[in-house]
């Protein structure tokens, strides 16, 4: 079955530190990638998508995410994180059926 | 001009007891879900529509009964509660990958 591992459950960083978490996925077909992020208290929403194309995607923000189809990744990037990117963030993957398979999520903690 | 709509945003019911929580877009989409997050946040989809029909059911119990009366709303219908069953609910809808999600239904059980 399709699965989503998101290895860094609490980050916590100062503003203007640089931000990686990491995503890994395991599906031997197409898949298409997200990244999503929830706000305290509120819905998601799409940071960025991966359907074909250029590996390394840019989303709003300021994020970006790259994937490497060797390493099976999708990990998200921001240079330089502020505070009121204090959220919890979904790497999820689409795996046929558009049925989204959701990692366990991150929370960021940004102490400014 | 709210994309994806849920009421209510807050239900609490005691156990036993039989809710419904709504769900609209409005977007014109054909597919929409429902995503269930637990308290230690993790999502995991439980239904799916298509045009009105049933796509994805993710072995969830029989007291879960979604209804889809036309493309644009879905609707969750939750008999004889359970304490287990608080959660928040989240409503989606897409046309292709990319889903758009509501915010949310926060049910608690007590």
């Known amino acids: 079955a399709q699965s989503v591992s998101q290895h860094n459950h609490h980050v916590i960083l100062s503003e203007a530190a640089s931000l990686e978490l990491g995503c890994n996925y395991s599906?031997?077909?197409?898949?298409?990638l997200f990244w999503y992020v929830q706000y305290p208290g509120q819905h998601l929403q799409l940071l960025l998508k991966?359907?074909?194309?250029?590996?390394l995607v840019k989303g709003i923000k300021g994020f970006e995410a790259e994937f490497i189809k060797s390493k099976f990744s999708f990990n998200l990037r921001k240079p330089s994180v502020q505070w009121s990117d204090t959220a919890e963030y979904f790497c999820?993957?689409?795996?046929?059926?558009?049925?989204?398979?959701f990692g366990t999520g991150t929370r960021l903690l940004v102490s400014p | 001009d709210t994309a994806v709509s849920q009421t209510p945003k807050y239900l609490v019911t005691q156990m036993g007891n039989d809710k419904s929580i709504k769900c609209e877009q409005n977007?014109?989409?054909?597919?929409m879900y429902w995503y269930k997050q637990d308290s230690k946040k993790f999502l995991k989809i439980m239904f799916s529509?298509?045009?009105?029909?049933?796509?994805i059911n993710e072995t969830v119990p029989n007291r879960f009964s979604p209804k889809s009366p036309d493309k644009a709303h879905l609707n969750l219908h939750i008999n004889s509660l359970e304490l287990g069953d608080s959660a928040v609910y989240f409503c989606?809808?897409?046309?292709?990958?990319?889903?758009?999600f509501g915010p949310g239904t926060r049910l608690t059980v007590t």
């Open positions: 989606a809808s897409s046309r292709g990958s990319e889903q758009y």
């Open positions: 599906y031997g077909g197409t898949v298409n």
């Open positions: 991966y359907f074909s194309g250029d590996p």
């Open positions: 999820a993957v689409n795996a046929g059926f558009q049925k989204l398979v």
């Open positions: 977007l014109g989409h054909d597919t």
């Open positions: 529509y298509n045009n009105k029909e049933l796509i």
